[in-house]
């Protein structure tokens, strides 16, 4: 990785963290509805992972999905716009938090049902496979997706077809406020993966030059032939499941040790440690990260609502 | 008397019957510790304990295949889904398996179970989170499917539901949880499964409803009631079965029909509804009958205005009132 790469995984990193914050006001604001669920904590799991991929690369994820669009080039501002439910949201305000998505970025979006989606990843995997083409699917999902019955079935169906695809377990110990070892039979998921015969790596992911160095190789060798291969991230969710998640389910000692281990200010310390970047070159990223996230919130907020005819368009692809 | 809100009522009820009956159980995603999403089994966790409010994986699917498996031998599950968009994945164990027991084993199994299902839009949920699944239920012999409006109704129902020996689709609505609120009197009454009830009587139009747009259907008829316009409103209550005779009954005092329900418009429950007056209160209509629901749209979209423009609301059925009773 060369000096402006790094520089620029930072910033990503802090664009996240402080969309993520201002989706947060936003919402307390009442200026987004319905439910959020906000991404700090796990910046470092898509910054590292996206970073590994090439735009062949077919992206699909859970509805925790502000910070993988953003990383698969989707502009804050129509991360923001979307949130808002604006016309100049990526999904033309439809969607919404759980459901970004853009085509033109191979990213395949946010999906709300859990698990629902990872059957489909292997239908992207298929149609590289079947082409011959280039691609490796990365499917990322949290540890309670692991639990319903299409994770088995994709996992299962994935390996017996030899499919490209890197299934990625967000693993940051909780669905919604029930811990992984209430819900699952095993708390390593990697050990499911080897249940499918799948090779399975697991990581800390609150170190993004980690994430990313694994993900590299694992994506080589799927893109090689390996077949389907699986790995774990372990990391957490500094907030509530969703914004007003009373969180009685976990300790706050716990939540404090955890934020000690901040992703960002790890990976900062990790760039000035071996000197690829200076104090003032990573505060000049933070600044542009501020105003990049800045201009994104006063672009949403003056961007205009979808119009009434909207509801009726794209049922059917329009020929 | 005790004014509570909906989600109050609930609560009341599951609690009453795990009282009085240690077969009943409930099961779900985080139900237990956490006391639901929506809050509605808060407090039981603690005074009843793990084994009887019992925190599932995610897994749909297991959630009702479980209930069916106990309820065969003699439990009698409460099953929580999360919201009822998530209820797909069990669709296959509800239509297959829960329904069709009773009949293929000529009477011997039963499945004595109730699904507990969040349902409705108007709450900025977008696609997966503001479903309104009824008519893919409600068409189908073998399960019970109820929706109540208001407090009363939601224990008086939820409790009968509990008791009932068949599989019962409970649709409560969310938007409703704590914005309706009534009066419930102490201690142990039911309401049965299967009767409408009027709740407003008229004479000039008949409007049907269930669940939050029975709400919205008395405040339009409150609304157009100082113009003029005497609207009688008819809670549908129960789905299915359907209590035909409540329904012709009323049309052939007001002799015009309107049928409201957020779900789409076409294939809805409001079709049956349309059809049983046309088929049985032919003659005593004075106007076509007129459905006002949900745009056949795939899902509620995220945005403020287009959800508005999805959701049905008090404005919207009281012009389409106003159209009836002048035609
Ligand atoms: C099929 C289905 N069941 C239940 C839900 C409700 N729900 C949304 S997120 C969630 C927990 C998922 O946990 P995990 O997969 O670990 O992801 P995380 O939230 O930790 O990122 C649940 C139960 C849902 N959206 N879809
Ligand atoms: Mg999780």
Redesign the interface.
Known sequence: MDKMEHLDLYRQMVIIRRVEERAAELYQQGKI???LHLYIGQEAVSTGLISARRPEDPVITAYRDHGVAINCGISAKEVVAELL???TGCSG???????MADVTKNYWGGH????AHLPIASGLALADAYNKTSGVTICMFGD??S????FHEALNLSKVWNLPVLWVCENNQY????AVE???AVSEMIQKASGYGMKGVRINGMDLMEVRETAEKMMAEIRAGSGPQFLEIMTYRFRGHSMGD?E??RKADEVHQWQENDPIGIHRKYLLDHQIATEEELNQQDDLAEKEVQEAVEFAESSP??A?E???KH?YVEE | MTEMTLIEAIRQAMDEEMARDPNVFIVGEDVGIRGGVFRATVGLFDKYGADRVIDSPLAELSIVGVGIGAALYGMKPICEIQFSDFIYPAYNQIISEAAKMCYRSNGEWTVPMVIRAPYGGGIGGGLYHSQSPEAMFAQVPGLKVVIPSNPYDAKGLLKSAVRDPNPVIFFEPKKGYRLIKGEVPEGEFTVPIGPARISRAGTDVSVFAYGMMHYYALQAAEKVAAEGISVEVVDLRTLYPVDRETILASVQRTGKALIVHEANLTGGYGAEVAATIAEGAFTDLDAPVRRLCGPDVPGVPFSHPLQDWFMPNPEKISSAIRELARY
């Not at chain 1, 709300?112 to 698990?115: C, L």
């Not at chain 1, 639990?147 to 299409?150: F, P």
């Not at chain 1, 669905?175 to 029930?178: H, V, Y």
């Open positions: 509805g319905g439910f439910g604006k016309a305000g439809k969607g919404g938090s759980m459901h709300a049902i859990v698990g309670g997706a639990n319903i019955g299409y669905g919604m406020g029930t209430r819900a699952s009373p009685r389910y609502e979808p009434a909207e509801l009726f049922i």
